[in-house]
C-alpha cells in the first residue's frame, strides 16, 4: 500500500529514467518533466554516444532540424550544471530555452519554450534538474556497459558521419566558390549587388567549414586530451583509496583517437582498475597509454598477488568491449609479483562487409555469432565470448542459416570465407 506522504509519480518517473533504454530515454525523460515544466522539445547532446550524440523529443519541426553545431555552440557558453534560461540558435532560428549541463560527462539538457507547469510552485525547476541528473547517469551507466553490438554501430555511424560532412563540405565549397567566380567577374556591372553577395557567399564559406572542424572535433579527440578526461573521470575512484595511482601520458604528438575509441579506452581502463582492486595486498596500480599511428596501446599493471584471473566475469566483459572494435586484450599473471594488461585498440574503424554480406540483412548479434563460427568456435565458447545463454546462441545460429539458405555449419564457414569474412 502506497504511504500518502510520499511523492509516488516523482519516485516512479525517477525509477522509469533508471531503467530506461537509451533509444527512449528523451521520451521519459520529458514524460518525468512534464508534470512540472512544460515545453515544446527536448533535446539531449551527450559526447558518450559517439554514433547518436543527439536524444529528441516531441515537436517534428525543431527535432528534425536542430543541429550538432547549434548544441555544442550553447553548451559552451553555460555555467557547469546551473539551469540557464535565454534565447539560442536552435533548429534554425533563435528559441527561448532552459539549458542544463551535467558535468560529470559534459552532457546539456535543452527545453525550448520551457514554462512552468505551476508557476506557483518553486520546487519545479529543482525537481527537473534532479530529473536531468537521473537521465544523465543512466546514459554514462548504458554506455559504459554496453553490448559489442552497440560499439560496432556507434562505430560506424561516427564514421558515416564523417564521410557525409567531407561530401556536404566538397559540394557546397565548389558551389560557392563557383558564385564568387561569377559575381567578381567584370561582366556584371552591379557594383552594390556584387558586392553584397560575395560578402554573404564569403561568410556562408566561413560558416561550412566551421561546421565541418567541429563536426570532426566531435567524433574524434585528441590522445592528451582523452588521457586527461580519463584521469579526471578516475579521481572520484582514486582520491580516496590508498592505493597508488600511477598515470604515464601518451605523446601529445599521437594520432586522434576516433570517439568510440576515446570513450571505450576509459571505459576499459576503469574496469580493469576496479576488478585489480578487488585483490588483497595491492599497493599500486600504474595505467600508461601510447599511440604507434595505426593502434591505441593501454598497459594496466598492478603489483598485487596475482590473483587476477583471465577468466574472471568482469575481465571477460571487458575482452568481449575489446572485441567489438576489433582490438586485442592480453593479461599475464605472475604469482606473488601482480598483473600486466596489454590492450591493443585499432584506430581505423573495421573494413566494411562485402555487398552480398550486408545483403543477407543480418542482424548485429547473428553477425557476430557468423564471425565467431568462422573463428572455429563451439556454441559453448561463443555464449562466453558474447555473455549469452547457449540456447540464445542456437537460437541465432537457425535465424542465420535461414538468411544465408545453408544446412550446417561447414556450409555457413565455406560461405562466409568465400564472400570475405574472416
Known amino acids: 500500500m502506497h504511504h500518502p506522504d510520499l511523492p509516488w509519480p516523482l519516485l516512479q518517473n525517477a525509477a522509469a529514467l533508471a531503467e530506461s533504454p537509451l533509444s527512449e530515454i528523451a521520451k521519459r525523460l520529458r514524460e518525468a518533466v512534464l508534470p512540472y515544466y512544460r515545453s515544446s522539445a527536448l533535446v539531449i547532446f551527450t559526447e558518450d554516444c559517439t554514433g547518436r550524440p543527439q536524444k529528441k523529443a516531441s515537436e517534428e519541426d525543431i527535432i528534425s532540424r536542430v543541429s550538432i553545431a547549434e548544441l555544442d555552440a550553447l553548451r559552451a557558453s553555460l555555467p557547469d550544471e546551473a539551469p540557464w534560461f535565454g534565447e539560442a540558435e536552435l533548429a534554425g532560428r533563435p528559441r527561448p530555452v532552459l539549458a542544463l549541463k551535467y558535468a560529470p560527462s559534459h552532457a546539456l539538457l535543452v527545453l525550448t519554450d520551457p514554462r512552468p ?22 546514459i554514462q551507466e548504458k554506455v559504459a556497459d554496453a553490448p559489442p553490438a552497440y560499439l560496432l554501430e556507434s562505430r560506424a555511424s561516427s564514421a558515416e558521419r564523417i564521410r557525409v560532412t567531407a561530401e556536404l563540405t566538397d559540394l557546397h565549397s565548389t558551389t560557392l566558390e563557383t558564385l564568387l567566380a561569377a559575381l567578381r567577374s567584370s561582366s556584371l556591372d552591379d557594383a552594390a549587388a556584387r558586392s553584397t553577395v560575395t560578402d554573404l557567399a564569403s561568410k556562408a564559406l566561413v560558416g561550412l567549414r566551421t561546421l565541418n572542424d567541429r563536426t570532426t ?16 573521470n578516475l579521481q572520484s575512484l582514486t582520491r580516496f583509496s590508498d592505493i597508488e595511482f600511477e598515470f604515464i601520458e601518451p605523446p601529445l604528438t599521437g594520432r586522434a583517437l576516433p570517439g568510440e575509441v576515446a ?19 595491492l599497493n599500486r596500480i600504474r595505467t600508461q597509454w601510447d599511440c604507434d599511428g595505426e593502434n591505441l596501446l593501454i598497459n594496466v599493471r598492478d603489483d598485487g598477488d596475482g590473483t587476477l ?32 594488461v596489454v590492450v591493443t585498440l585499432p584506430l581505423a574503424p573495421p573494413a566494411p562487409l562485402a555487398g552480398y554480406i550486408a545483403a543477407w540483412n543480418l542482424a548485429a548479434r547473428e553477425l557476430e555469432v557468423l564471425q565467431h563460427l568462422v573463428a572455429g568456435h563451439s556454441n559453448r565458447t561463443i555464449a562466453s565470448k558474447l555473455g549469452i545463454s547457449e540456447n540464445t546462441v542456437k537460437f541465432h545460429v537457425r535465424n542465420l542459416f535461414k538468411k544465408i539458405d545453408v544446412g550446417s555449419r561447414a556450409e555457413a564457414i565455406a560461405l562466409a570465407h568465400s564472400h570475405g569474412l574472416r
Do not use: C, N
Not at 117 to 137: C, I, K
Not at 217 to 232: H, I, N
Open 263 to 281: 570513450h571505450a579506452a576509459r571505459a576499459i581502463v576503469r574496469g580493469l582498475l576496479l576488478a585489480m582492486m578487488e585483490q588483497p595486498k
Open 309 to 340: 584471473a583471465a577468466d574472471d566475469p568482469s575481465i571477460m566483459r571487458l575482452d568481449r568491449r575489446v572485441e567489438a572494435l576489433t582490438g586485442h586484450l592480453q593479461i599475464d599473471v605472475m604469482p606473488g609479483w601482480g598483473a600486466d
Open 217 to 232: 572535433d566531435l567524433v574524434e579527440e585528441p590522445v592528451g586530451t582523452a588521457f586527461e578526461r580519463l584521469r579526471e
Open 117 to 138: 507547469a505551476d508557476p506557483g510552485y518553486e520546487a519545479g525547476l529543482d525537481l527537473v534538474t534532479y530529473l536531468w541528473r537521473v537521465a544523465a547517469r543512466r
